[in-house]
Structures are given as structure tokens and as C-alpha cells.
């Protein structure tokens, strides 16, 4: 997967990213996309897929967000495509066609597939996260789900392909036994599965995985925003680099933020005992 794409202009606000199916909150400094159709579990739709793309962007035009949670509305996730709509009844939001006429891999870069947000990307997922959800999840940097969350790659079933990028992308995240046995099979996981093969990292009561993914929010907004961001892009940018390489191409990002004015910040504020006031600096 390549890395952040900004070809498109953001919001000039990210609250005015939103639309019918994809509604946008922010709690402090963390932005909050939800996926809004839980009469079809949050099924994909273009409204959607141009929100999540309206939003990524936004969040990182917005050096005030720190952080984005990624969740759904209604108790699912997502149930991936709009099978009806693939099935030739119609795509559900056809004043948004010509933006992805406009912008053929609109669609790609909502499910992150083509574009990677420079900000970290928490998951909160309950209820059905299966096929373009699951796709959509490995697009994601923290994950966490109520108990009762499913998660699986159904296209096979149903004689499709997940093209996503979850051939390439879940063998790379999990271990490639149960990234191919998922993969093969199209059968659910259920949310301890999940966490025991790795997908995800936590697993909550239900109804609770919103909260638990702002408190992780909190803890990420409360570090230093260029370190942040830096870390998070040399972990994927060296994740297929030989250790040698990797480790040049560390030192090439890292080093420079030793010499901002946050990284001082951060030092003299632990001398002095109290929390550090980042400025982005």
C-alpha cells in the first residue's frame, strides 16, 4: 500500500466532511468518522466511500486532530459492498457520481487501500465488520471490538474477489495459516478469534469499543504530534526493507525530531515534573 495521497483538496473544515452516510464529531483532538446506514449494517455507499475519503483528508489538514476513530453507527461495522446495488439495483447515492468520475480511485483511498493517513487511525468496531469491512480494518493502525464483533472475508462464497487489497495486505499483518485459511474459507471469525490470530489487539464488552478507542486516542493525543507521526510512518515505510535498510531509513526520519521545539518541550517538562505543552513545533 503507497503512501499518503493528497490529491484532492480537503474540507476546509472537517466537519464539513460528512454526508447522509457518514456522519463526522470531534472530542478534542481526535476526530471521529461513523459509518451511518445501520439499516444496511453500514453497507458501503457512495455517500460513504466520499465521506471517509472527505475525512481522511481533513484530518490531516487539520494539525489540531491528533488522532481519527474509525466505528459504525447502529451496532455493526460495516457489511461491506452494497451486494444489491453490485447485483444491478443501483448504487444508493448517485449525486455523488461525478466525484468518482472525477476521481476513479476515490473509492480505494476511503477504504485505504491507496492512501494511508499520516494520523493515527483507531478502529472501533461491534457487531458485523466482514468483507469490505475487514478490508477496510487492515487500512487501520489500532483495532479494538466489542466481544461480540464478527469479522471475515466473504467474497469467496459468493464467487468474488476481495479486492480490497486483502491478498496482499492480511498475510503481512497475520500469520499467513490463518490469513490464507480466512481468505479461503469466507467463514466468520469471532471477535476472540480475531485477537488470538492478531487482527485485532483488543477485545471489550460490547458496546464499549467506541470508548475504549478514544481513551487509547487520548493517550496518542497527549504525545508529541511530530514524533507521533513519524514513528507511525517509519514502522510501514521499513516494514518490507532488509534490517539494514530499515534501519538507515529509521535514523533518516527520526533524527530530526530530536531537534524541534516539542522534543525539548518534552524534556524540560519531565524535569519540571509536568506535562508537556506541544506545539507542533
Known sequence: MGGTEHAATAPARPEDAGTEHLTVTRTGATLVLTLDRPEAKNALSLPMLVGLHDGWLAADADD???SIVLTGAGGSFCAGMDLKALA????TGEAYRERLRADPDLHWKAMLRHH???K???AAVEGHCVAGGTEILQGTDIRVAGEGATFGLYEVRRGLFPIG???VRLARQIPRTH???MLLTGRPYPAPEAARI???GHVVPDGTALEKALEIAERINACGPLAVEAVKASVYETAELTEADGLAAELARGWPIFDTADAKEGARAFAEKRPPVFRRA
Open 64 to 66: 489540531g486532530i491528533r
Open 88 to 91: 444491478g439495483d443501483g448504487m
Open 116 to 118: 494511508r493517513p499520516r
Open 120 to 122: 493515527p487511525v483507531i
Open 165 to 167: 487489497g486483502s491478498t
Open 179 to 181: 490469513a490464507l485459511e
Open 198 to 200: 492478531g487482527l485485532i
